[in-house]
């Protein structure tokens, strides 16, 4: 919303829940092995609800917690947009940071600018994992 908080908790995204209640934003993979399996996900901008002004795209490591957090880094982290009806991609960012002792990060913002959807990479990093990102958006 305007605030930057989730609209309702079941706008928020993610392994457990893998749908938004108004069908905008969907996950197709379900894999805990994320260093060799990407994580797709869908998105329809003209689904989303008219309260959002925000989308936050974030990966967060699975079981984080069991890692040796000094040793967590994503060398070959990148994120790419791509349209559902061509394959072709029309956004793709590589980061230049491993991100090391990260549980998630923060890849892009999906925001609303004059009434226009617009995209930017971010790369913030958390070392709270879901948890953090939670309690930074709920």
Not at 6 to 23: A, H, I, M, R, T
Not at 45 to 56: H, Q, R
Not at 87 to 115: P, V, W
Not at 117 to 122: H, L, N, P, S, Y
Request: proline residues 2%.
């Amino acid at each position: 919303d305007k605030d930057n908080r989730l609209v309702s908790e079941d706008y928020f995204v993610f392994y457990n829940n893998k749908k938004s209640p108004d069908g905008a934003v969907w996950l197709y993979s379900d894999s805990d092995e994320w260093e060799n399996d990407p994580e797709l996900m869908g998105l329809d901008l003209d689904k989303i609800s008219t309260e959002a002004v925000e989308l936050i795209v974030v990966f967060s490591a699975y079981n984080y917690q069991y890692h040796d957090k000094k040793h967590l880094t994503y060398p070959r982290l990148s994120f790419e947009l791509l349209d559902l009806l061509t394959a072709q991609s029309f956004f793709k960012h590589i980061y230049d940071d491993n991100f090391s002792s990260c549980a998630s990060i923060e890849l892009c913002r999906i925001y609303k600018d004059d009434g226009e959807w617009k995209i930017q990479a971010t790369g913030i990093g958390h070392r709270g994992g879901l948890e953090e990102l939670v309690n930074k958006f709920m």
